[in-house]
């Protein structure tokens, strides 16, 4: 098991930026390759960037291409997400996943481990 939980979230203006950070505990977090989701309200959960668990490569959203950037410290258990150029499109409540094995969080589908979400929110 794993338990992986977000914070960093809050309201900021377009244009702005915000990094979140979630902390992995309950097994050896260098073992998972991490990422975030975002869901908007009336909209499905949708992938926003992603990080292996071995090299480090990294894995983005056409939409947050540019503007974000995902990163792990395994010494810290931790991964972040920086936000710049934040737009009002990029509201929503922003989840951590976790996978094991050769996975890369990508979709649902290739995620093992939910955290509870941090709410984004860009006002105009």
């Known amino acids: 098991q794993v338990q992986l939980v977000e914070s960093g979230g809050g309201l900021v203006q377009a244009g702005g930026s915000l990094r979140l950070s979630c902390v992995a505990s309950g097994r050896t977090f260098s073992s998972y390759s991490m990422g975030w989701f975002r869901q908007a309200p009336g909209k499905e959960r949708e992938f926003v960037a992603a990080i292996s668990r071995t090299i480090g490569t990294t894995y983005y959203a056409d939409s947050v291409k540019g503007r974000f950037t995902i990163s792990r410290d395994n010494a810290k258990n931790t991964m972040y997400l920086q936000m710049n150029s934040l737009q009002v499109e990029d509201t929503a409540l922003y989840y951590c996943?976790?996978?094991?094995?050769?996975?890369?969080?990508?979709?649902?589908?290739?995620?093992?481990?939910w955290g509870q979400g941090t709410q984004v929110t860009v006002s105009s």
């Open positions: 996943a976790a996978a094991g094995g050769v996975r890369v969080p990508t979709t649902s589908g290739r995620t093992d481990y």
